[in-house]
Protein backbone atom coordinates (compact mmCIF):
# COMPACT_ATOMS: atom_id res chain seq x y z
CA UNK A 1 0.00 0.00 0.00
CA UNK A 2 1.55 3.22 -0.90
CA UNK A 3 2.30 6.33 1.84
CA UNK A 4 -1.04 8.09 0.40
CA UNK A 5 -3.48 5.37 0.26
CA UNK A 6 -2.63 4.43 3.66
CA UNK A 7 -2.60 7.91 4.81
CA UNK A 8 -6.69 7.99 3.50
CA UNK A 9 -7.28 4.63 4.96
CA UNK A 10 -6.50 5.72 8.19
CA UNK A 11 -7.59 8.72 8.10
CA UNK A 12 -10.93 7.85 7.27
CA UNK A 13 -10.82 4.69 9.59
CA UNK A 14 -10.57 7.13 12.52
CA UNK A 15 -13.72 9.06 10.77
CA UNK A 16 -15.60 6.07 10.78
CA UNK A 17 -14.61 5.25 14.22
CA UNK A 18 -16.05 9.03 15.10
CA UNK A 19 -19.43 7.84 14.06
CA UNK A 20 -19.48 4.83 15.64
CA UNK A 21 -19.04 7.56 19.18
CA UNK A 22 -21.83 9.41 17.73
CA UNK A 23 -20.00 12.26 16.90
CA UNK A 24 -20.90 14.31 14.01
CA UNK A 25 -18.35 14.88 11.03
CA UNK A 26 -19.38 18.36 11.44
CA UNK A 27 -18.73 18.85 14.66
CA UNK A 28 -16.29 21.57 16.45
CA UNK A 29 -13.50 19.31 16.64
CA UNK A 30 -12.69 18.58 13.02
CA UNK A 31 -14.52 21.56 11.19
CA UNK A 32 -12.98 24.58 12.92
CA UNK A 33 -11.78 27.19 10.93
CA UNK A 34 -8.36 26.21 11.03
CA UNK A 35 -9.05 23.60 9.34
CA UNK A 36 -9.62 24.03 5.42
CA UNK A 37 -10.06 20.74 4.19
CA UNK A 38 -12.88 19.55 6.62
CA UNK A 39 -14.92 22.97 6.36
CA UNK A 40 -15.61 21.64 2.92
CA UNK A 41 -16.87 18.77 3.95
CA UNK A 42 -19.47 18.34 5.96
CA UNK A 43 -22.32 16.94 3.89
CA UNK A 44 -24.59 20.49 3.78
CA UNK A 45 -26.29 19.98 0.48
CA UNK A 46 -28.95 17.05 1.22
CA UNK A 47 -32.74 17.66 1.91
CA UNK A 48 -33.79 17.24 5.24
CA UNK A 49 -36.75 15.68 4.16
CA UNK A 50 -35.14 12.91 2.30
CA UNK A 51 -33.02 12.60 5.04
CA UNK A 52 -35.51 12.20 7.74
CA UNK A 53 -38.07 9.36 5.70
CA UNK A 54 -34.82 7.22 5.40
CA UNK A 55 -33.90 7.89 9.27
CA UNK A 56 -30.57 9.32 7.92
CA UNK A 57 -28.05 12.12 9.10
CA UNK A 58 -26.03 14.02 6.52
CA UNK A 59 -23.15 14.01 9.53
CA UNK A 60 -22.68 10.62 7.73
CA UNK A 61 -20.94 12.31 4.96
CA UNK A 62 -17.59 13.25 4.44
CA UNK A 63 -18.13 14.91 0.88
CA UNK A 64 -18.08 18.50 -0.66
CA UNK A 65 -21.57 18.15 -2.30
CA UNK A 66 -24.57 16.02 -3.61
CA UNK A 67 -23.78 14.05 -6.53
CA UNK A 68 -27.19 13.09 -6.42
CA UNK A 69 -28.34 16.41 -7.86
CA UNK A 70 -26.59 15.62 -10.67
CA UNK A 71 -27.39 12.49 -11.00
CA UNK A 72 -30.63 12.44 -12.10
CA UNK A 73 -31.55 9.01 -11.11
CA UNK A 74 -34.77 6.32 -12.25
CA UNK A 75 -36.06 3.94 -11.23
CA UNK A 76 -35.36 0.16 -11.91
CA UNK A 77 -31.38 1.87 -12.46
CA UNK A 78 -28.32 0.56 -11.16
CA UNK A 79 -25.73 2.86 -9.30
CA UNK A 80 -22.67 2.38 -7.98
CA UNK A 81 -20.47 5.33 -5.62
CA UNK A 82 -16.87 5.28 -5.59
CA UNK A 83 -15.50 5.69 -2.08
CA UNK A 84 -18.86 5.40 -0.48
CA UNK A 85 -17.95 5.98 3.21
CA UNK A 86 -20.35 5.95 5.44
CA UNK A 87 -23.29 4.87 2.92
CA UNK A 88 -25.27 8.48 2.78
CA UNK A 89 -25.06 8.81 -1.21
CA UNK A 90 -25.55 4.62 -1.62
CA UNK A 91 -28.61 4.68 0.22
CA UNK A 92 -30.59 7.46 -0.88
CA UNK A 93 -30.06 6.18 -4.52
CA UNK A 94 -31.29 3.17 -3.32
CA UNK A 95 -34.10 4.79 -2.65
CA UNK A 96 -34.07 7.19 -5.57
CA UNK A 97 -33.96 3.48 -7.84
CA UNK A 98 -36.61 1.31 -5.89
CA UNK A 99 -38.24 -1.18 -6.06
CA UNK A 100 -36.22 -2.73 -9.29
CA UNK A 101 -33.00 -0.72 -9.11
CA UNK A 102 -29.66 -1.47 -7.12
CA UNK A 103 -27.50 0.78 -5.36
CA UNK A 104 -23.59 -0.06 -5.02
CA UNK A 105 -21.25 1.56 -2.78
CA UNK A 106 -16.65 0.55 -2.60
CA UNK A 107 -14.45 1.39 -0.01
CA UNK A 108 -10.84 0.31 0.64
CA UNK A 109 -12.02 0.66 4.60
CA UNK A 110 -13.27 -2.18 7.24
CA UNK A 111 -14.40 0.27 9.23
CA UNK A 112 -16.47 2.86 7.06
CA UNK A 113 -17.78 -0.62 5.51
CA UNK A 114 -19.09 -1.47 8.93
CA UNK A 115 -20.57 1.99 9.70
CA UNK A 116 -22.26 2.45 6.18
CA UNK A 117 -23.94 -1.74 6.62
CA UNK A 118 -24.77 -0.47 10.13
CA UNK A 119 -26.95 2.48 8.33
CA UNK A 120 -28.01 0.41 5.66
CA UNK A 121 -29.73 -1.71 8.50
CA UNK A 122 -31.18 1.15 10.17
CA UNK A 123 -32.58 2.69 7.41
CA UNK A 124 -33.90 -0.73 6.26
CA UNK A 125 -32.94 -0.69 2.76
CA UNK A 126 -32.83 -3.98 1.32
CA UNK A 127 -31.82 -2.56 -2.07
CA UNK A 128 -28.17 -1.54 -1.14
CA UNK A 129 -25.01 -3.15 -1.17
CA UNK A 130 -21.37 -2.04 0.14
CA UNK A 131 -18.22 -3.58 -1.37
CA UNK A 132 -15.23 -3.98 -0.17
CA UNK A 133 -12.37 -2.78 -2.54
CA UNK A 134 -10.37 0.67 -4.28
CA UNK A 135 -11.67 2.76 -6.70
CA UNK A 136 -8.89 1.56 -8.78
CA UNK A 137 -9.96 -1.62 -8.90
CA UNK A 138 -13.86 -2.06 -8.65
CA UNK A 139 -14.80 -5.19 -7.92
CA UNK A 140 -17.88 -5.52 -10.30
CA UNK A 141 -17.83 -6.15 -14.02
CA UNK A 142 -17.60 -4.58 -17.07
CA UNK A 143 -21.21 -2.82 -18.02
CA UNK A 144 -22.38 -3.17 -14.68
CA UNK A 145 -23.92 0.00 -13.80
CA UNK A 146 -26.20 2.89 -15.19
CA UNK A 147 -24.78 5.40 -13.41
CA UNK A 148 -21.12 5.92 -11.53
CA UNK A 149 -21.47 8.96 -8.80
CA UNK A 150 -18.71 9.93 -6.20
CA UNK A 151 -18.64 12.64 -3.27
CA UNK A 152 -14.95 14.03 -3.09
CA UNK A 153 -13.19 10.97 -3.13
CA UNK A 154 -11.24 10.77 -6.59
CA UNK A 155 -8.81 13.67 -5.55
CA UNK A 156 -7.86 11.35 -2.89
CA UNK A 157 -6.54 9.08 -5.56
CA UNK A 158 -2.59 8.79 -6.76
CA UNK A 159 -3.49 7.76 -9.86
CA UNK A 160 -7.09 9.33 -10.74
CA UNK A 161 -6.33 8.28 -14.54
CA UNK A 162 -6.82 4.86 -13.56
CA UNK A 163 -10.08 5.96 -11.54
CA UNK A 164 -11.67 7.72 -14.21
CA UNK A 165 -11.34 4.81 -16.50
CA UNK A 166 -13.05 2.09 -14.19
CA UNK A 167 -15.49 4.31 -13.78
CA UNK A 168 -15.68 4.06 -17.63
CA UNK A 169 -15.74 0.46 -17.33
CA UNK A 170 -18.01 -0.57 -14.96
CA UNK A 171 -21.20 1.84 -16.77
CA UNK A 172 -23.10 0.48 -19.49
CA UNK A 173 -23.63 2.24 -23.40
CA UNK A 174 -24.71 5.67 -22.80
CA UNK A 175 -24.25 5.38 -19.04
CA UNK A 176 -23.64 8.36 -16.76
CA UNK A 177 -20.91 10.08 -14.23
CA UNK A 178 -22.04 12.46 -11.72
CA UNK A 179 -19.57 13.46 -9.48
CA UNK A 180 -18.72 16.05 -6.90
CA UNK A 181 -15.24 16.38 -6.26
CA UNK A 182 -12.14 19.18 -5.35
CA UNK A 183 -10.30 20.67 -8.41
CA UNK A 184 -7.20 23.56 -8.44
CA UNK A 185 -8.02 26.93 -9.36
CA UNK A 186 -4.41 28.16 -8.39
CA UNK A 187 -0.81 26.81 -7.78
CA UNK A 188 -0.80 24.98 -4.02
CA UNK A 189 2.12 26.33 -1.92
CA UNK A 190 4.80 23.27 -2.51
CA UNK A 191 4.42 22.22 1.24
CA UNK A 192 0.75 21.63 1.33
CA UNK A 193 0.69 20.13 -2.44
CA UNK A 194 3.49 17.43 -0.97
CA UNK A 195 2.22 16.84 2.49
CA UNK A 196 0.40 13.31 2.68
CA UNK A 197 -1.82 14.48 5.53
CA UNK A 198 -3.04 17.05 3.55
CA UNK A 199 -3.50 14.92 0.67
CA UNK A 200 -5.94 12.69 2.73
CA UNK A 201 -7.73 15.88 3.44
CA UNK A 202 -8.75 16.55 0.13
CA UNK A 203 -6.36 19.48 -0.78
CA UNK A 204 -2.86 18.20 -1.97
CA UNK A 205 -4.66 15.76 -4.36
CA UNK A 206 -6.74 18.36 -6.26
CA UNK A 207 -5.48 18.62 -9.94
CA UNK A 208 -6.35 22.13 -12.31
CA UNK A 209 -9.91 21.97 -14.13
CA UNK A 210 -8.33 21.63 -17.65
CA UNK A 211 -6.22 18.40 -16.04
CA UNK A 212 -9.42 16.95 -14.89
CA UNK A 213 -11.40 17.62 -17.96
CA UNK A 214 -8.16 15.84 -19.62
CA UNK A 215 -8.63 12.68 -17.76
CA UNK A 216 -12.39 12.14 -18.51
CA UNK A 217 -11.56 12.81 -22.09
CA UNK A 218 -9.15 10.59 -22.68
CA UNK A 219 -10.98 7.65 -20.81
CA UNK A 220 -13.84 8.04 -23.39
CA UNK A 221 -16.12 10.09 -21.44
CA UNK A 222 -18.73 12.49 -23.78
CA UNK A 223 -20.15 15.78 -23.39
CA UNK A 224 -18.14 16.36 -20.02
CA UNK A 225 -19.08 19.48 -17.98
CA UNK A 226 -16.99 20.67 -14.80
CA UNK A 227 -18.86 23.63 -13.13
CA UNK A 228 -17.74 25.13 -10.26
CA UNK A 229 -19.77 25.43 -6.90
CA UNK A 230 -17.56 27.00 -4.45
CA UNK A 231 -14.53 28.91 -4.27
CA UNK A 232 -12.22 27.87 -0.85
CA UNK A 233 -8.81 29.59 -0.02
CA UNK A 234 -5.97 27.64 1.01
CA UNK A 235 -2.69 28.54 3.32
CA UNK A 236 -3.92 32.66 2.32
CA UNK A 237 -4.46 32.00 -1.17
CA UNK A 238 -7.73 32.99 -2.33
CA UNK A 239 -9.97 31.03 -4.14
CA UNK A 240 -7.36 27.99 -4.48
CA UNK A 241 -9.44 25.40 -4.81
CA UNK A 242 -13.40 24.78 -5.39
CA UNK A 243 -15.69 22.20 -5.24
CA UNK A 244 -17.08 20.72 -8.53
CA UNK A 245 -19.93 19.65 -10.04
CA UNK A 246 -18.36 17.07 -12.77
CA UNK A 247 -20.75 15.36 -15.47
CA UNK A 248 -20.04 13.21 -18.60
CA UNK A 249 -21.08 9.85 -20.14
CA UNK A 250 -20.09 6.65 -22.30
CA UNK A 251 -20.60 7.13 -25.41
CA UNK A 252 -24.09 4.57 -26.88
CA UNK A 253 -21.26 2.61 -29.32
CA UNK A 254 -17.23 2.54 -27.82
Known amino acids: MSKIREAVRD????????????QSCCGSDCC??????????????YESSELSQAGLDSSISLGCGNPLLLAELHPGES?????SGGGLDVLLSARRVAPDGHAYGVDMTDEML???NANKARAAIPNATFLKGTIEQVPLPNGAVDVVISNCVI??????????????RVLKPGG?????DIVALKELPPGVKQAVD???????GTIPVDAYRGLLVDAGFEGVEIQITQRHDVEGITGAIASAAIRGSKPLVT
Request: hydrophobic residues 45%.
Open 11 to 22: RYATKAKSFSAD
Open 32 to 45: APAAAEEAISCGQH
Open 79 to 83: VLDLG
Open 114 to 116: EVA
Open 155 to 168: NLAEDKGTVIREAF
Open 176 to 180: RLAIS
Open 198 to 204: AWAGCIS
